[in-house]
């Protein structure tokens, strides 16, 4: 396939990586333009390009940005071609600026990305984080393989999502429609918590809607009381915090 992908963070990077190894046609961009990105990201065949060259010609956008950047994004996508399935990998957590108030009263943040984009949207590769997803791709079949939840409203799109996760190395559960899909968002029980597939079907049956956004906090406030940048909090201590938390 052809696959663009805008964000060149750990997520995206690690993205081109693996899609280009299974084969795709992948070129990647982020906002300061391809010199910037690291020849390490393109090793695999990978190709950097301006932004909106990523969205031309191509059967799969991916979206690996912060959340507020997207809206950013909603002019790109007029270039998209109208079949092009757009897969996002963002997460929403609580803000003090206000400015996403719709999902702080309890909008579905990827119904929200929908109407930002003015597309559907599948939501992928949001709950690993980027330590696991980076370092603990395996073979297919492996019995301890990782597992990451795919939402979207199209059928065809979701098959489509979950044989790419496949292709990076991990297990793709379907996890329904894009109103359920805070069941992968954090606070939820499979939210970075490195799940088996067997184990990612469970967690997404048992996350409550009511108590993820307390124990998302919660979380938060444990990172704080270590005295650890939340933002830089990765690999397997924020594993770890999740599965006793969530």
Same mark, same amino acid.
């Given at each position: ?18 899609? $280009?190894? #299974?084969?795709? !046609? +992948?070129? /990647?961009?982020?906002?300061?333009? @391809?010199?910037?990105?690291?020849? %390490? ?10 932004? $909106?060259? #990523?969205?031309? !010609? +191509?059967? /799969?956008?991916?979206?690996?940005? @912060?959340?507020?950047?997207?809206? %950013? ?10 079949? $092009? ?18 999902? %702080? ?6 119904l929200w990305v929908c109407e930002q984009l003015g597309r ?45 996760v496949e292709d990076t190395g991990f297990d793709g559960v ?73």
């Open positions: 396939m052809n696959i663009g992908i805008i964000g060149a963070g750990t997520i995206g990077s690690t993205l081109t990586r693996r899609l $280009a190894a #299974a084969g795709h !046609d +992948v070129v /990647v961009a982020n906002s300061r333009g @391809p010199h910037t990105i690291p020849a %390490d990201v393109l090793e695999t065949g990978g190709r950097a390009v301006h932004a $909106a060259d #990523a969205v031309r !010609d +191509v059967d /799969v956008l991916i979206t690996s940005v @912060p959340l507020l950047r997207l809206p %950013d994004l909603a002019p790109l996508l007029a270039g998209l071609p109208a079949d $092009a399935v757009v897969v996002d990998t963002s997460n929403y957590y609580p803000l003090r600026d206000g400015r996403i108030d719709a999902i %702080d009263a309890g909008q579905v943040e990827s559907p949207v599948i939501k992928a590769w949001n709950a690993i984080t980027s330590g696991s997803f980076a370092a603990r791709a395996t073979p297919a079949g492996d019995p301890a393989r990782i597992a990451i939840p795919v939402a979207g409203d199209s059928e065809d799109a979701r098959v489509l999502a979950i044989g790419m379907d996890a329904g429609t894009l109103a359920a899909s805070w069941r992968q968002q954090p606070g939820a029980p499979c939210y970075c918590t490195d799940l088996t597939s067997e184990q990612m079907t469970g967690a997404l049956a048992a996350a409550d809607r009511d108590r993820s956004p307390r124990r998302r906090d919660l979380a938060m406030a444990v990172i704080a009381e270590l005295g650890v940048d939340a933002s830089r909090v990765e690999g397997d201590l924020l594993v770890r915090i999740n599965r006793l938390l969530y």
